[in-house]
């Protein structure tokens, strides 16, 4: 079964930068959107920001003008640019990748990768 495989979570300072990367574990056939979630302890998984195949983007209020999402169509990759990061934003960081068969939506998950801001 494909798999989505994140990288780039970490430990940073408030204030900083981290990047984040997801790319399927094999060869698989075009996604569709694909987007970050994140969820804190405690919290309901929630959605960071997504991406259609044709560049159009959307995001949480909480992470606009601070993060960027970008995709590859080519490899079926994503990416999360997170700026000016808030230690609210600490959380694990999944990569989600939608494929449309007629009417049935498949949904690809990563395992996660941990986000952690320092005050």
């Known amino acids: 079964q494909v798999q989505l495989v994140e990288s780039g979570g970490g430990l940073v300072q408030a204030g900083g930068s981290l990047r984040l990367s997801c790319a399927p574990s094999?060869?698989?056939?075009?996604?569709?959107?694909m987007g970050w979630y994140r969820q804190a302890p405690g919290k309901q998984r929630e959605l960071v920001a997504v991406?259609?195949?044709?560049?159009?983007?959307n995001y949480a209020d909480s992470v606009k003008g601070r993060f960027s999402i970008s995709r590859d169509n080519a490899k079926n990759t994503v990416s999360l640019q997170m700026n000016s990061l808030k230690p609210e934003d600490t959380a694990v960081y999944y990569c989600?990748?939608?494929?449309?068969?007629?009417?049935?939506?498949?949904?690809?998950w990563g395992q996660g990768t941990q986000v952690t801001v320092s005050s």
């Open positions: 991406i259609s195949r044709g560049g159009s983007t």
């Open positions: 989600n990748g939608k494929r449309q068969i007629l009417s049935t939506t498949y949904d690809y």
């Open positions: 094999r060869s698989i056939f075009n996604l569709n959107a």
